[in-house]
């Protein structure tokens, strides 16, 4: 059930959509063309508001949006029009465009992971309009989106630590569809093997200067995916209301999104060997698992002019998210013939997640240099209400002949519990604070910017008791932790000729820190080792990123390369010296990534676009405890990673276009001693997209195919828990047909 402020929230998500029955009247009053439009033009209009492409540039947190050449960072933003000719069922697969990610879901959860720069970031810290713990979580609709924005590297100081401890690696933003012109488009879509979408997207301005805008787009998708009886449901609506009056802006944003995936195949947890992946469609999920979500999310927008160099802006946004989780799990325990076992658990859960930003942003100039001030704070608060039920019984599954079994069988009443199931309540609250201030100077014509900046963060989290224990009772609080830390940065930008730019950057992550157990398992089957500092909550954790690199624009092509270093320290185990045969818990050891990242869009040739690039990294683990697996490669990043898009406007036949995409990851460690590890792997995709007239409407008609070759591959052994790989998904065929109404 919904609580009070989620269907308050919808009510007003309806009201939203109920003001675009108003939109016919208010068309009405735009001006007339001047003169009508022949049919070549209404074609070439329509192939180039259809062409995919990257943006050099975004949201760069505190900074305001930039183009990427006056940052000394790497940016970029994948557009619209990407998201309507990919037909993509989740985050991930937007994501799958960039060369410096690679897609997982986290341990036993649908949930997606995104892999940068060898660190994760776990959708709980996916930003929305520059907000966290707003976006929903484990899975998210991207058709709500007009970008998806790609910071590469830690990002403590631009947008504040995020809740969940993510964004050491890099961060990715949303920023929701708004009305920058006028639009009436109805698509109709298919993915094989049996799921069918429809979707509206209806924009306006109006008022005498076109001051107000009202955007309203919904989508449904429901059918099997290819994965052999894998079921996916996604239901969005998604509204926003702007008013641009001069020194005065402001922006309403409200979204509803329900998701389903039922059926849905999980990671394979080895211990020994990697098996051979089974066919790239099979499916070693049982039927009863399934996820489903339910988010009312939005944000309100202030902006306002106090003069023509000084602006004051605030966010506002909130989000009340419900799921309820049925999972299936494989551990394999023979790799030649496929046998092992399968569990299973339900976690039900509620969120009920708040943020705000606010700030002034100064412009001044004098004796030759420039300055440009940030100052403001934020500040953002969680709560997690779930509960748990590991179901006790297991079952014989087996990898390539997989067998069914009912859930009876592994709820059988003897599993671990905790909190309450029926109405879960608070496991956890957390709040984190901010307060920031930057000053980029420039010299020589703004051809150098030189920027620094501090953010004092204040990060508080309490836990409460699942169950009751001695004199605790189930929902008391149990653990309590608040901790100030400043993460500076510091980056220069130079410009020696038009369209290049080169940059250096010292920027520093920030993650809450962990909590030491009081016991650990003797992995010899003896009695539990007592941990000394049992209880103790760490201090937060500062990661420290050095970053050099260089941008290079001409015309309508960009290219970007980037070095970088990111130390993080791990949190582990050694021996106590001070307490023989026990252990104490503390930031021991050291995860070191360097790598290369390069970069490239545009249109090298007329009607040729392309967008690529590659990463290479080399992540290393140091200083660990006993120099037990020193030196070795951290698991489940690859060694490079490359990709390539392509579309071809044919000159011969100008209404159609061809597409492909090459993805390529290379080797990676499964497990921490380097034993294991999986081979690399090349998937390649191919699609067409032809536009024709009805009347003097353009319809967009798409068709596309990934893996086209049906590939069956280990994509990734990306985990935070024991040594699991992720498979692959199979040959995927999409149609769809947009008609945008004129």
């Not at 980037?562 to 001070?578: C, E, K, M, T």
């Amino acid at each position: 059930m919904m609580n009070i402020k989620t269907k308050a929230a919808l009510r007003a998500t309806i009201a939203v959509v109920a003001l675009s029955a108003a939109m016919p009247a208010l068309a009405q009053q735009q001006p007339a063309q001047s003169e009508p439009r022949d049919d070549e033009s209404i074609i070439v209009t329509a192939q180039r508001n259809n062409q995919t492409e990257v943006r050099a540039g975004g949201s760069v947190g505190i900074f305001g949006d930039k183009p990427a050449e006056d940052v000394p960072f790497s940016i970029r933003s994948y557009g619209e029009s990407l998201i309507l000719n990919q037909q993509p069922d989740s985050l991930g697969e937007v994501l799958e465009n960039d060369p410096t990610i690679r897609t997982t879901i986290g341990f036993g959860i649908a949930g997606e992971v995104f892999v940068i720069r060898g660190f994760a970031l776990s959708s709980d810290d996916v930003g929305f309009d520059g907000l966290y713990g707003i976006t929903p979580r484990q899975l998210v609709a991207p058709e709500l989106f007009s970008s998806v924005q790609v910071i590469n590297g830690a990002s403590a100081f631009i947008n504040g630590a995020a809740p969940s401890g993510g964004g050491i690696g890099g961060s990715v933003n949303l920023i929701p569809k708004s009305a920058t012109r006028d639009l009436s488009r109805i698509t109709l879509g298919y993915v094989s093997d049996a799921q069918f979408a429809g979707a509206f997207d209806v924009a306006r301005r109006f008022g005498s200067g076109g001051e107000w805008g009202v955007r309203i787009n919904g989508s449904a998708r429901r059918g099997d995916i290819a994965i052999d009886d894998e079921f996916h449901s996604s239901y969005v609506l998604g509204g926003t209301v702007d008013y641009d009056g001069g020194p005065f802006r402001a922006s309403l944003n409200l979204n509803y999104q329900r998701l389903r995936q039922a059926n849905w195949r999980p990671k394979v947890a080895v211990s020994t060997a990697i098996p051979r992946a089974p066919g790239a469609s099979v499916n070693y999920a049982q039927p009863w698992s399934a996820i489903e979500t339910e988010d009312v999310f939005g944000a309100l927008s202030l902006e306002y002019d106090v003069a023509e160099n000084a602006l004051l802006y605030a966010k506002f946004g909130a989000r009340d998210g419900r799921e309820d989780q049925t999972t299936s799990s494989f551990t394999l325990l023979n790799p030649v013939t496929g046998d092992g076992t399968g569990g299973g658990s339900f976690v039900p859960r509620t969120d009920n997640n708040e943020a705000f930003i606010a700030g002034m942003r100064v412009k001044l100039e004098g004796a030759g240099i420039s300055h440009e001030i940030n100052f403001g704070g934020s500040a953002s608060w969680q709560v997690n209400r779930n509960a748990y039920n590991f179901f006790g019984g297991s079952f014989a599954n087996n990898l390539y002949d997989p067998v069914r079994v009912p859930l009876s069988a592994v709820d059988t009443g003897g599993g671990f519990l905790g909190g309450d199931l029926d109405d879960p309540f608070p496991i956890s609250r957390s709040r984190v604070a901010s307060a920031f201030a930057s000053d980029t100077l420039g010299f020589w014509n703004d051809r150098i910017l030189l920027t620094g900046g501090l953010r004092l963060q204040q990060i508080q989290t309490k836990g409460y008791a699942y169950n009751s224990f001695g004199t605790v009772q189930a929902g008391d609080q149990t653990s309590g932790y608040r901790e100030d830390a400043v993460t500076p940065v510091v980056g220069v930008v130079v410009k020696p000729a038009e369209g290049l730019s080169l940059y250096a950057n010292r920027i520093e992550g920030l993650e809450p820190g962990a909590t030491a157990p009081t016991v650990v398992a003797d992995a010899g089957g003896g009695p539990d080792i007592i941990v000394t500092n049992g209880g103790q909550i760490l201090p937060p954790y500062a990661s420290v990123q050095y970053e050099i690199g260089g941008k290079l624009s001409f015309g309508r092509f960009n290219a970007a390369l980037a070095l970088f270093q990111i130390d993080r320290p791990n949190s582990d185990y050694r021996v106590d010296p001070n307490n023989a045969g026990q252990l104490i818990f503390g930031p021991f050891g050291e995860q070191r990534n360097r790598g290369i990242e390069f970069t490239l869009d545009g249109e090298p040739v007329e009607g040729l676009r392309v967008i690529g690039g590659l990463a290479i990294n080399d992540p290393e683990l140091r200083r660990t405890p006993g120099a037990v697996n020193q030196g070795n490669d951290a698991p489940g990043i690859p060694e490079w990673t490359a990709n390539a898009n392509v579309e071809w406007d044919l000159p011969f036949l100008p209404a159609l276009t061809l597409t492909g995409r090459v993805v390529h990851t290379g080797e990676q460690a499964a497990n921490a001693t380097n034993t294991l590890e999986l081979s690399s792997w090349t998937r390649f995709d191919v699609g067409a997209r032809y536009v024709a007239l009805v009347g003097e409407s353009p319809l967009t008609l798409r068709f596309g195919v990934d893996n086209v070759a049906n590939k069956r591959y280990w994509a990734s052994a990306f985990s935070s828990f024991g040594t699991q790989i992720l498979q692959g998904g199979p040959r995927t065929f999409k149609l769809s047909a947009s008609i945008d109404l004129q």
